[in-house]
T-cell receptor, first 111, second 113 residues
Framework: KAGVTQTPRYLIKTRGQQVTLSCSPISGHRSVSWYQQTPGQGLQFLFEYFSETQRNKGNFPGRFSGRQFSNSRSEMNVSTLELGDSALYLCATVDYNNEQFFGPGTRLTVL | DQQVKQNSPSLSVQEGRISILNCDYT??????FLWYKKYPAEGPTFLIS?????DKNEDGRFTVFLNKSAKHLSLHIVPSQPGDSAVYFC????????????FGPGTSLSVIP
């Protein structure tokens, strides 16, 4: 079956702009989590959505937000972009056996 | 302050030899540890885990060792194969919930044919 898909795969923005990233989970998976990966920092948890509700939230500023739709697809939005927001943004879904699957990520570059 | 540290950003090993990837943690509340592997342009995939009640877990060529007193764990790959070349993330958690998992910065392993 198809894996977790993320669009776009690459994105270049300038400081002050906003960006929206999309994640489509594996069919039947209802939990979607977002992570930020930067060099030297590993993956840092942003937030998790389940049944269109934010269930958990990491330690990121309010510029980072997300939502989930009824078909479980999720979007992540970052407003007023800063240079430090340049990162690989990964989404992950969880199946009924609590096994986690990651998407390939969106590489965001902020100039 | 990083709670999970992987002090070697990169490691090169000859094919057929042993690869040892190290990880240190600071939070004594961590009781579940995971290793993930990530290829370029792909998301991380779960590799192997160990709970704090054990000091060793084996899965084929991959073995994870846990030394709780030293707050140290290591991943051994024997024998190493070129297809093992990837970034390896160590992760730790005090909970079974994924949102509480803390990741290390990763070690890039190159297995040379």
């Amino acid at each position: 079956k198809a894996g977790v898909t993320q669009t776009p795969r690459y994105l270049i923005k300038t400081r002050g702009q906003q960006v929206t990233l999309s994640c489509s989970p594996i069919s039947g998976h209802r939990s979607v989590s977002w992570y930020q990966q930067t060099p030297g920092q590993g993956l840092q948890f942003l937030f998790e959505y389940f049944s269109e509700t934010q269930r958990n939230k990491g330690n990121f500023p309010g510029r980072f937000s997300g939502r989930q739709f009824s078909n479980s697809r999720s979007e992540m939005n970052v407003s007023t972009l800063e240079l430090g927001d340049s990162a690989l943004y990964l989404c992950a879904t969880v199946d009924y056996n609590n096994e986690q699957f990651f998407g390939p990520g969106t590489r965001l570059t902020v100039l | 302050d990083q709670q999970v540290k992987q002090n070697s950003p990169s490691l090169s090993v000859q094919e057929g030899r042993i690869s040892i990837l190290n990880c240190d943690y600071t939070n004594s509340m961590f009781d579940y540890f995971l290793w993930y592997k990530k290829y370029p342009a792909e998301g991380p995939t779960f590799l192997i885990s160990i709970s704090s009640i054990k000091d060793k877990n084996e899965d084929g060529r991959f073995t994870v060792f846990l030394n709780k007193s030293a707050k140290h764990l290591s991943l051994h790959i024997v024998p190493s194969q070129p297809g093992d070349s990837a970034v390896y993330f160590c992760a730790a958690s005090a909970s079974t919930s994924y949102d509480k998992v803390i990741f290390g910065p990763g070690t890039s392993l190159s297995v040379i044919p």
